[in-house]
Every structure is written in C-alpha cells, then in structure tokens.
C-alpha cells in the first residue's frame, strides 16, 4: 500500500496536469485615443500599410452590461470565415478552481493594474454560440448567469497590424472601429521579469512621440461600454 502522501501528491499532480499552463508572460497593453490607426503610425514613424487581419468582432454582455465589469467577457469573432467564440474570466489568483475549465490563461496589464485571465474558444455551432465547456468556465466564475439575454454589440470592424516594433519589442495595434470612433490598443508581450521595464520604457516612448494615452487605461470592451453611456466608474473593477 502506498504511503498516504504519495497518493494525495499523485494526485494533486494529476489534477493540477487538468489545468492550462500560463507562460510566465505578460501582455502589457496600452489604450489609445488618437484619431486613428494613420494618426498613430505617423507620430510613431511607421509606415503605414494595410492592416495584417480583418475579423469582425462582437461583444456580449446584458443590456445594460453586468458581466463584463465583474471580469466576466463574451465575444465572437470571425476568423477565416469560421464564426469563434470566446468566453473570458478575470480571475483573482492563479490557483482559482475556475482554471479546470479554461484552454489558455495569461497576466495582463493596463496602466498601474496586473490581472490574470483565463479563455476559452471554440468555433460556433449553429445558433448555438457558446459550448458545453465555455458555458462552465463563466458558470464556475459567476453563477445564475441569463445565456438567453446576452445582447450583442456589433458587429464592428477590427484591424489589426502585426509584426510593429517599438523600443526593440514586437508590438501589435488593435483597432475596434465602432462608427467613427477608434478603441485602439498597443499590445506588447514579454516576460514577467522584464514588465516594469519594458512598460515604463514604451510608455515614455509613445508619450515622447505624441501618442495621446487615454487617461483611462482599461481593455476596449470596458472603453466601449463608458462610451455609450452603459456603465458609470461605479460599476468597474
């Protein structure tokens, strides 16, 4: 008979193996509010081109939005002609239970806040947009959550431009185009070690070029939302 630690280590091992390994990475993301995607390449000195992807994106949340300032996020996407979806949770620890059910976790940072992040995606079945697993994943995280009263935002246009440098680093800007208005993001990713670094230095570099930082610095859905009218600063995380 084995010693009863080896058996509860076995499986603990086993359990933790059920889990997404997160790379000990961090995207560091900065929200932009220049006029536009050409606006930012001229300040930035980059040569303006078409953009790499053009996945229409929709958002999903109540009417008025409830799950989204809670960490709870639905989306859609389509990605070479496959419609996906994606449910995201913002999780307090890297140990929260909700990991089981998620397919990729990763640290992000907007402005002065790190927070860890759990998704998963898969493609949409029919008029079915959110799977058995997705539906668990924000089911462990919130309960009694309305599926039948998610309302769509969107579709909006969503550009992206790949493969940017800045300070040395890959970047990618993000551009949701809701009418005429442009929720941008600059997205870097590097590791954790390096994260106060790299931010502060790419910070100063964007600010020393005239790129206009929004001065609230969180993710476009959240800037979506403030735009509209649909949350007030009392409802955030």
Not at 1 to 24: E, F, G, Q, T
Not at 35 to 45: D, E, I, S, W, Y
Not at 166 to 182: N, P
Request: hydrophobic share 35%; charged share 25%; aromatic share 10%.
């Amino acid at each position: 008979m084995k010693p009863l630690h080896l058996v509860m280590l076995c499986y603990l091992v086993v359990a933790s193996s059920c889990w997404p390994k997160s790379k000990d990475q961090v995207s560091l993301q900065w929200s932009i509010c220049d006029t536009n995607p050409q606006a930012v390449f001229a300040k930035l000195g980059t040569v303006i081109r078409a953009p790499d992807k053009l996945d229409p994106i929709t958002y999903y949340d109540s009417y008025p939005p409830l799950y989204t300032p809670k960490g709870l996020m639905f989306r859609t996407k389509i990605r070479g002609g496959q419609e996906i979806s994606v449910v995201k949770v913002k999780l307090p620890t890297t140990k929260s239970h909700v990991r089981r059910h998620a397919k990729s976790c990763r640290w992000d940072q907007y402005g002065n806040e790190t927070t860890f992040t759990c998704k998963r995606q898969a493609p949409v079945n029919g008029t079915n947009l959110w799977s058995a697993n997705q539906r668990q994943l924000a089911e462990d995280f919130q309960n009694n959550i309305a599926w039948e009263k998610l309302f769509g935002y969107g579709p909006y246009p969503n550009p992206k431009w790949k493969e940017l440098r800045i300070e040395g680093y890959k970047a990618v800007l993000d551009d949701v185009l809701v009418q005429s208005l442009h929720l941008m993001e600059l997205e870097v990713k590097v590791h954790r070690a390096e994260e106060d670094k790299v931010y502060q230095s790419i910070t100063d570099h964007l600010s020393a070029r005239g790129v206009v930082l929004c001065a609230r610095q969180e993710p476009k859905t959240m800037r979506l939302f403030h735009m509209m009218g649909c949350i007030t600063t009392q409802n955030e995380l």
